[in-house]
């Protein structure tokens, strides 16, 4: 998919009317003062926005913020998460049981972590609590990072992309490598370890996105600004490397060519908002290939108002995909419900003139969140063949974080989608219509079988 850019959570901008009214919204900030925000804006659609700044010079906080902290968290998830049952989990239980780990943290680092890992006893990939560092660094589109994207395959973590410019790629690490040893371990055990330390998610796949991250942002528990690594290249031989880990910025991209075949290809790496204006050309370009294929492998999901504006140029009129799902059963208003933020039905409306010649396309188990409701909603109204792996799983959505005592940051699921047709995908994935696994030797090869795949399936349509 990809460089390893994944972000600290992925994200549903489940309601558009949202980014239509923010300018209407700061008018409304004072009224919030004075009238009480709790009827004007009972999801916290504006205030979670406001206050709690981080200590200044990086100051430890004290035990007064720290409770303020928990506080907010236990209750905000206790007051707003989608299912009023919590996932089967005793969620008064949990609070009492982390409370006193988390207060006592030995230091900041661990205090968020430990934050964090009390919600994630609700098993849920969008529920996630984000330290003042981290949190600074999705507002602002950075990731720490090696620059290796890896994956266990076989019983081998190998190396599935390298990051251009990175400290991975100056150190001579290539599509294909496979990891020996990591900071002295057996890659295998390293990553078993990893693996029972991650956090709780909505899959396997999802924790294993948390074990890739552990490698390339380090663990808070025991700092580094570097790891140590032994790798074995395509001819076997070994070579042994520092890799540091460094701040990058990430940026999600669209891009389309025409494959060799004459069929057409579009590739996204997230559904971010600002590639809205991007959509219309992209299928313009496109638009006379006899056949489509659409690229999402790697995408951790984004803005759903993106992925049902470009779902709009593959139908033909209404089409219903399913229902919302909110902890009230009602769409998140603003002023005593008079502001509805959207409808509770998740439908597309076509365009006038849409691309309607055969799609197929291409995820993997990093797919998640957005990509996942775009695959899988245009294979459940038969639009599109799915090719490649098991999505994440991860498909829940929440309004925006919410800012946590101390300059943290709170992300909580407040929304389900439930499809007309197929299975509910948070928690299982998009199963692909032809599975095609990754292999060593297509990465060490340069050959994309699921992309082979694919163009094979759209010409056996063409008849060709």
Sequence with gaps: MVTDRVRTAPGCDTFPAMHRIHTLLFGFTLSFLLVGCAALDPQ??????????????????????????FDFVWSRINE????????????????????????????????????????????DAHTRVLSPRQYAAYKDKQTVTTGLSLVSMNSDIVVVAVAKDSAGEKAGVARGHKLLTIDGLEATDWWQQQT??????????????????SFNRGDPEHPKD???????????????AVLARGVRPYKDTLATQILPSGLGYLRLTGFDLK?????????????????????????????VLLATEMMNY??????????????????PSLLFGLLRLGSMELKLQGVKAPYLAPVVVLVDGDSASASELFAGSLQNIGRAKIVGETTCGCLLGYLGY?????????????????PTKGERIEGIGVIPDYAVALSRQDLIDGKDRALARAVQILESRLGR
């Design 80 to 123: 707003a998460y989608v299912d009023p049952h919590f996932n089967g989990v005793n969620w008064q239980q949990v609070g009492a049981e982390h409370q006193a780990q988390i207060l006592m943290a030995p230091t900041d680092a661990i205090f968020w972590k430990n934050l964090d890992t009390m919600a994630a006893e609700l098993g």
């Design 226 to 240: 570097s790891i140590s690594v032994r790798l074995e290249r395509a001819d076997s031989t070994q070579f042994d």
């Design 196 to 213: 029972l330390k991650a956090r709780k998610s909505s899959t396997l796949r999802a924790q294993s996105n948390s074990v890739k991250r």
């Design 44 to 69: 916290h659609v504006v205030t979670r926005h406001i206050g709690s700044a981080a200590p200044a010079d990086g100051a430890a906080l004290d035990a007064t913020t720290r409770q303020r902290a």
């Design 275 to 303: 590639l809205l204006p991007s959509v219309l050309p992209a299928f313009n370009q496109l638009k006379d290939t006899p056949a489509l294929v659409i690229d999402l492998r790697g995408n951790s999901g984004g803005a």
């Design 402 to 418: 919410a800012n946590v005592p101390g300059g943290g940051g709170l992300s909580y699921s407040e929304l389900d989608m439930v």
């Design 314 to 331: 593959l139908v033909q009129g209404e089409v219903m995909l399913g229902k919302k799902v909110t902890r009230s059963g009602q769409a």
